[in-house]
T-cell receptor, first 111, second 113 residues
């Protein structure tokens, strides 16, 4: 089983739509959680951290369910510029902190 | 401010040739350092991570090795490249505590021909 699993997509949505991405992780000792965004042929960049209480940044809302080992990202009112790959990221302490990325979910937002 | 530099940006190498990719970090001390590889259309695969000078953890058996000769320098190497080594190589650093994110270099696009 992969340490971090995501639906690869692609998700094709019209502008203005709401889209949700899901992610599961296998190690219950995982400590930190993030969503990254990666544009084509570019390096990943941090989108937002994910906290147990849930957190929101503008049109983006992230949720964490530790009991189910599940992370989500909700994008409201999608823009064309939201088109990218969204990566779920988990950090483990294995004697040194290790950051593990999911394979990513592709999103295409169309006019 | 903290910055990460990775070079070269692109590289074309023949099969069987050696490889050396270098990554340096500025503005932080004792960072965790990572090498990832991303094959075309695929996710990021963690290759190596390091929590300190000379301390390297390898995630997958492969044709590559890593070294950390200085606190803020991380090197990815190969003695003989294979076609399957082609990909997008990304260096990243984290601040060494679990709650902080990883910051990426701009990546090296390696094509083995």
């Amino acid at each position: 089983r992969k340490e971090v699993e995501q639906d690869p997509g692609p998700f094709n949505v019209p502008e203005g739509a709401t889209v949700a991405f899901n992610c599961t992780y296998s190690n219950s000792a995982s400590q930190s959680f993030f969503w990254y965004r990666q544009d084509c042929r570019k390096e990943p960049k941090l989108l937002m951290s994910v906290y147990s209480s849930g957190n929101e940044d503008g049109r983006f809302t992230a949720q964490l369910n530790r009991a189910s080992q599940y992370i989500s990202l909700l994008i409201r009112d999608s823009k064309l510029s939201d088109s990218a790959t969204y990566l779920c990221v988990v950090t483990l302490n294995t004697g040194g902190f290790k950051t593990i990325f999911g394979a990513g979910t592709r999103l295409f937002v169309k006019a | 401010s903290q910055t990460i530099h990775q070079w070269p940006a692109t590289l074309v190498q023949p099969v069987g040739s050696p490889l050396s990719l270098e990554c340096t970090v500025e503005g932080t001390s004792n960072p965790n350092l990572y090498w990832y590889r991303q094959a075309a259309g695929r996710g990021l695969q963690l290759l190596f991570y390091s929590v300190g000078i000379g301390q390297i953890s390898s995630e997958v058996p492969q044709n590559l090795s890593a070294s950390r000769p200085q606190d803020r320098q991380f090197i990815l190497s190969s003695k003989k490249l294979l076609l399957s080594d082609s990909g997008f190589y990304l260096c990243a650093f984290g601040r060494g505590t679990g709650r902080t994110e990883a910051f990426f270099g701009q990546g090296t696009r390696l094509t083995v021909v």
